[in-house]
């Protein structure tokens, strides 16, 4: 019983830790989403902390709304269709290794979001935004790795080893950042901006395991008693978080221009229900989100229609260190490591009504020594393109497209220390592949 016992707590808490606000999405390194905008997402946003083309900008630099002379009111959704291969996979307890079937997990998310904009006079401005910083979708199929594990049944007691489906399930994870935001012109080259993040996440986290069971006798093992199915994890969880972003931008001239800005990012508390074989309640989750710093650059060519721009951007992933409880208990380590993302691009202004534009992303997976087939992190290149048609000088609508791919990454994943010192361990290969659309329209008062 002690065995049985052993592995029920260590599969409890790596459930959790493997799901809870983690990503198994393309859309970028860790568990972090680039959509706020479908200008941006067409030039891999680089520059996007200070070119200013919609209100969307508020989101990556408050202050680039001095920029501004009219409200501008922008309305987005961006559709992110992912795709993860998971292939070459073996399962092994202390008892023995099984391969277990390639699988392919597809996803569809869509990301809507809103800004407006508005200027007080020719010093201040204010913003509101609503958009997600964070979020995932997978779902493994429950029949990927069913029947693996074993209940072995005996007069000295039972073991059980959870099956490579273990490894799997279901997580849904999404989140709302609101963002009220203010800029201050200090002269014709310098303006300054701040604001409240306020951020709402959920998550909806599933995990079954379906186990052979065999029946032993004086040594002798009987014919095996058929499977038996058994819920790991029923999690409906949601909280509240409060973080701030500061930022700054200086005019050279009206052709050349640098943003600068900071966000940090908070704690935040999930609670609700946590369900694991009658145990209902193991306590809070805290879940760390990663500040973040952008400096980006504009740089319109004189007398051209040609303008470049880029960004980079660092990413404090080594917040995410591990996942606690509200009591103290470390249900998992991460040991992520920070990160950067460099993008550059282009725009090309064919005339008064339409804009074209190109981008190229860098993004570094946050993964070191630690892997896991739930986080099939790697590095990500963005190969975007979008454009911009004008209707007049008051309407335009923003098209966005990206195709991102990952690289494939060897993935040892562990249960209880692995099978060597008794637990379960899942070797594997991921790779994961994105597009991404994105359409925006703005209106300008």
Request: without cysteine; negative net charge; proline residues 2%.
């Amino acid at each position: 019983m002690n065995n049985s016992r052993l592995f029920k707590k260590s599969l409890l808490a790596v459930t959790i830790a493997s799901a809870s606000f983690a990503t198994t999405q393309a859309t970028a390194a860790g568990f972090q989403l680039n959509s706020q905008s479908a200008t941006g997402l067409g030039r891999a946003f680089a520059g996007d902390a200070v070119i200013a083309d919609n209100a969307s900008v508020m989101s990556r630099n408050p202050a680039a709304m001095s920029l501004f002379d009219r409200t501008e009111l922008s309305l987005g959704v961006n559709v992110i269709n992912s795709e993860v291969d998971i292939k070459g996979t073996t399962y092994t307890n202390p008892s023995y290794s099984r391969s277990v079937d390639d699988i392919q997990n597809d996803a569809t998310s869509v990301v809507p979001n809103i800004f407006i904009a508005h200027p007080i006079n020719d010093k201040f401005a204010v913003g509101f935004g609503a958009y997600s910083n964070f979020g995932t979708t997978n779902e493994f199929d429950s029949n990927w790795g069913a029947g693996t594990g074993t209940v072995i049944q005996s007069p000295l007691g039972t073991t059980v080893a959870p099956g490579a489906d273990a490894f799997g399930g279901t997580t849904n994870v999404s989140s709302i950042n609101l963002l009220l935001a203010a800029s201050y012109r200090i002269n014709d080259q310098w303006s300054i901006g701040a604001g409240l993040d306020i951020i709402h996440g959920e998550g909806e986290l599933k995990r079954d395991t379906t186990m052979n069971v065999i029946t032993t006798q004086d040594g002798q093992t009987f014919t095996p008693a058929g499977q038996t199915t058994q819920n790991l994890m029923d999690v409906d969880a949601s909280g509240w978080g409060v973080g701030f972003n500061l930022g700054a931008v200086y005019e050279l001239n009206e052709n050349n221009r640098f943003g600068l800005s900071y966000h940090y990012s908070p704690e935040i508390e999930a609670s609700g229900t946590v369900s694991y074989q009658g145990n209902a309640n193991i306590g809070d989750l805290k879940m760390p989100l990663p500040s973040r710093a952008e400096f980006s650059g504009y740089h319109r060519i004189e007398d051209t229609k040609f303008a470049v721009h880029y960004s980079i951007q660092y990413i404090s992933w080594s917040d995410f260190d591990a996942l606690v409880t509200t009591d103290g208990t470390n249900i998992k380590d991460y040991k992520w490591q920070d990160t950067f993302h460099y993008s550059i691009g282009g725009t090309y202004y064919i005339n008064q009504n339409w804009e074209a534009r190109i981008g190229y992303m860098f993004d570094e997976g946050v993964q070191d020594q630690l892997t896991s087939v739930s986080v099939p992190d790697s590095d990500r290149q963005w190969f975007s393109a979008g454009a911009s048609y004008h209707f007049n000088a008051d309407q335009s609508l923003d098209l966005g497209f990206t195709y991102l791919v990952g690289e494939d990454v060897a993935v040892v994943d562990t249960i209880n220390g692995g099978a060597a010192a008794g637990g379960l361990t899942l070797n594997t290969t991921t790779k994961a592949t994105a597009m991404l659309f994105g359409v925006q329209y703005t209106h300008r008062f």
